[in-house]
């Protein structure tokens, strides 16, 4: 699997867009890009996922260069509750494939 | 649905104790999956399952065992407990996105804190 490159840590106001970036220069054309996150001591949750096209679901959305080698995760009106651990994983489609979790972006939403 | 449920939800082991986690979900998934997640870091997976009897290493296999002899439950046992294996241990499930291809949603567990001392 692609490895990805994420920022450590991140502000965002209450009630701004907060923009994650995600880089995956190395990821092949069978390779999904998949967002997660981790709320403090929680399991992950599932937030979108993507192939080439850019998608958008009740959480989020997720931009996808023309190029593949990089991403954005948009939380368009991010809250209090949005705080968490972001992780950006490359992976094949298909199940019985593990997520293979990085250090993630630590996001911090605040008044 | 309850989805991913976790038994128990904290445990102290003494080294060399045995135990089992529990994990249980009712979404009628077929892939299964344990992952374990050490302080600061992200997770690593342990051991999956692809359907009921059949089982496979992850990143981390040694020093557990699992088995999967029904679709809802895929346990997870400790035979010779080390203090390396204190750790926070997430089980997940997941689906294929139907009409989809490659959409996978895997579905978390609350986990279980072990400290093994």
């Known amino acids: 699997d692609a490895k990805t490159t994420q920022p450590t840590s991140m502000d965002c106001a209450e009630g701004r867009a907060a923009n994650l970036p995600c880089n995956h220069s190395?990821?092949?054309?069978?390779?999904?890009v998949y967002w997660y996150r981790q709320i403090h001591s929680q399991g992950p949750q599932y937030i979108i996922h993507?192939?080439?096209n850019n998608e958008t679901n009740e959480m989020a959305s997720l931009i996808i260069t023309e190029d593949r080698k990089s991403s954005t995760l948009i939380l368009p009106h991010a809250t209090l509750r949005d705080t968490a651990v972001y992780y950006c994983?490359?992976?094949?489609?298909?199940?019985?494939?593990?997520?293979?979790f990085g250090t993630g972006t630590q996001l911090k939403v605040e008044l | 649905n309850a989805g991913v449920t976790q038994t128990p939800k904290f445990r102290i082991l003494k080294i060399g104790q045995s135990m089992t986690l529990q994990c249980t979900q009712d979404?009628?998934?077929?892939?299964m999956y344990w992952y374990r997640q050490d302080p600061g870091m992200g997770l690593k997976l342990i051991y999956y399952?692809?359907?009921?009897?059949?089982?496979d290493k992850g990143e981390v296999p040694n020093g557990y065992n699992v088995s999967r002899s029904t679709t809802e439950d895929f346990p997870l046992r400790l035979e010779l407990a080390a203090p390396s294996q204190t750790s926070v241990y997430f089980c997940?499930?997941?689906?294929?996105?139907?009409?989809?291809?490659?959409?996978?949603?895997?579905?978390f567990g609350p986990g279980t804190r072990l400290l093994v001392l």
């Open positions: 997940a499930s997941s689906y294929i996105f139907s009409g989809r291809a490659g959409g996978e949603t895997q579905y």
């Open positions: 190395t990821i092949s054309g069978n390779e999904y």
């Open positions: 399952s692809v359907g009921a009897g059949i089982t």
């Open positions: 993507g192939l080439k």
């Open positions: 994983i490359v992976r094949v489609g298909g199940g019985g494939n593990k997520l293979t």
């Open positions: 979404m009628n998934h077929n892939y």
